[in-house]
């Protein structure tokens, strides 16, 4: 029996599913998730010792590849001098002081563990800070598991979300509201009949969570300008794009600027790290300030913090973006070219070192549209590649991401791969 089963078989009796966040469970794709042993670079080992070329990157943190060793050698300093204080210390000034300075929009910062609770902590921020409740989310969007964002659109345009999970009470639904992401007149519609009780819009500025979706600029447009004349709170949520699609990170591609941010991934370089952010009279608002309340035993983890602060620097080397970005982009257009070659209808989209690739005719622009997606095409896809020693997201919905260590070799290394990988789904 392989090992990786073994290790899933032995799991399930004592996890539920085996895992410890539902996706890793392979399953919408079927089959055995693969258990890492160790990663490196580009690369990760499974429990087998089979190699593969990796295109999750824990979900996006591993933007210098995994292991870089100035990450892990400054972490092990720091665990050096101790695991946790529940006390401040320099690194947390420090990196504050970096985010503040890589992000105008940001004037303070507070770090949290994760990125569900920068959401979640967002969200009561804005809601303190105007003094309403009503929130607005995109359908396709997620900003981590809190009660108030695990919300499906309601039955009509305009109408208030339901619960997407279990245990969520419609009650803490009642006061979020689920729009279409990139239409412009819906939102239009809502600010105008309830813009007064809007508290906050957040969003995902590039959508990562329904496949890797793009607003168009007059969306992000009438976001911030909405906002601002009915006194919401615009949210950017940078959880996944912060410091990935580029060091000004969404925003600064957008030419917004959001009253909050929140950031993750990236930031921590791989550690449990996550921050929010952004204009000061808001952050104002927040303990012990102002009256809103927001904690945390392990926040700004001296080890996290490490990781976090050795990332940030070695993501800001000239040209670091740039490369990342080529290299994303040759990835997301060859896989088209080479889809088409096959006889394989499908679409690519790519920004910075994110990128996405759609069995369709054409790149979706909202959760309706990527949902229309051949699924059962992208199953045999990610397994063929999978045989291939291709680790892509075990989900159709996932964006992908690319780290510095997928030199231009692994690139076309993959697109050979996917040339066999198609012809054989074909
Ligand atoms: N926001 C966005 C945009 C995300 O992609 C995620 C996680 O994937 C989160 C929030 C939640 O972050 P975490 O999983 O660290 O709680």
Redesign the pocket.
Known sequence: MSRNLELFERGKQVIPGGVNSPVRAFGQVGGTPRFVKRAEGAFFWDADDRQYLDYVGS?GPAILGHAHPDVVKAVQEAATDGLSFGAPTEGEVEIAEEICRLLPSVEQVRLVS???EA?MSAIRLARGFTGRDLIVKFEGC???HSDSLLVKAGSGLLTFGNPSSGGVPADCTRHTMVLQYNDVQQLADTFKDLGDKIACVIL?PIA??MNLIQPSAEFVQALRSLTEQHGAVLIY?E??TGFRVALECAQGLHGITPDLT?L?KVVGGGMPL?AFGGRADIMAKIAPLGNVYQAGTLSGNPLSVAAGLATLRLIQQPGFHATLGARTARLAQGLAETARKAGVVLSSDSVGGMFGFYFSEQVPTSYAEATRCDIERFKRFFHAMLEEGIYLAPSAYEAGFVSIAHDDALIERTLEAAARAFARIA
Request: hydrophobic share 25%.
């Open positions: 979900w994760s990125g569900t959401t997620y900003h981590g995902e990562g969570n949520d959880v996944m929140t993750g996550a």
